[in-house]
């Protein structure tokens, strides 16, 4: 079993920044860990993940704005989001044990999300 534990998220005006940050009990080697989000109404959508090599790879509303990295000494992986807009408002979802990058249908364990709100 693999716990996830989400923080970091709140509110931020359009062009703000914020950093997510999810603790992971244990990794599970040869497997991806990604974040996904989801907006009310819509469907949830991967956001970055890091695959099992350590490259990274990125949704196109996610590419040149957001980064995701890792703290292997720390069991935590992080979000940096830059140039937010009122469009990335939505529940952010760690997860890890996935199968491929950015479907979601692939990843085993799940953290409890944290809301990201956007307004002006």
């Known amino acids: 079993q693999v716990q996830l534990v989400e923080s970091g998220g709140g509110s931020v005006q359009p062009g703000g920044s914020l950093r997510l940050s999810c603790a992971i009990s244990?990794?599970?080697?040869?497997?991806?860990i990604g974040w996904f989000r989801q907006a009310p109404g819509k469907e949830r959508e991967g956001v970055a993940c890091?695959?099992?090599?350590?490259?990274?790879g990125y949704s196109s509303s996610a590419e040149g704005r957001f980064t995701i990295s890792q703290d292997k000494s720390k069991n935590t992986m992080y979000l940096q989001m830059n140039s937010l807009n009122v469009e990335d408002t939505a529940m952010y979802y760690c997860?890890?044990?996935?199968?491929?990058?950015?479907?979601?249908?692939?990843?085993?364990?799940w953290g409890q999300g944290t809301q990201v709100t956007v307004s002006s």
């Open positions: 997860a890890a044990g996935g199968t491929a990058c950015l479907s979601g249908d692939g990843y085993i364990y």
């Open positions: 244990r990794t599970i080697r040869g497997t991806y």
């Open positions: 890091i695959k099992p090599r350590g490259n990274t």
